[in-house]
């Protein structure tokens, strides 16, 4: 059974640091690209970035640009989503995404709320 299961959310001042993880299992994770998003109500779904299977990475959100850093760990078949500096703003549903060729899945998504 394909899995991917987010943790480490809930709510941080401003100012704070998080740290989110997204386990796999059920799938060949060390071939799949590995991105994360976030969506906060009444917006759309936006890409924060992502890792490569040889561990590049990329940084999309401008947002965020500069507080967040992607990595993997293939042998715990994890990936993780540090943010730092948190600010209101941030306060979103976080998901990851595995992708490779035709094959997608995504995580049940965890909350991240960012207040004082």
């Known amino acids: 059974q394909v899995q991917l299961v987010e943790s480490g959310g809930g709510r941080v001042q401003p100012g704070g640091s998080l740290t989110l993880s997204c386990e796999a299992s059920?799938?060949?994770?060390?071939?799949?690209?590995i991105s994360w998003y976030r969506q906060s109500p009444g917006n759309q779904r936006e890409l924060i970035g992502g890792?490569?299977?040889?561990?590049?990475?990329?940084y999309y959100l401008e947002a965020m640009r500069g507080r967040v850093t992607i990595s993997r760990d293939n042998g715990k078949n994890t990936a993780y989503l540090q943010m730092i500096a948190l600010k209101a703003d941030d306060t979103a549903v976080y998901y990851c995404?595995?992708?490779?060729?035709?094959?997608?899945?995504w995580g049940q998504g965890i909350q991240v709320t960012v207040s004082s």
């Open positions: 890792v490569t299977t040889s561990d590049n990475k990329h």
């Open positions: 059920g799938f060949e994770f060390s071939r799949y690209y």
């Open positions: 995404n595995a992708k490779a060729s035709i094959n997608e899945y």
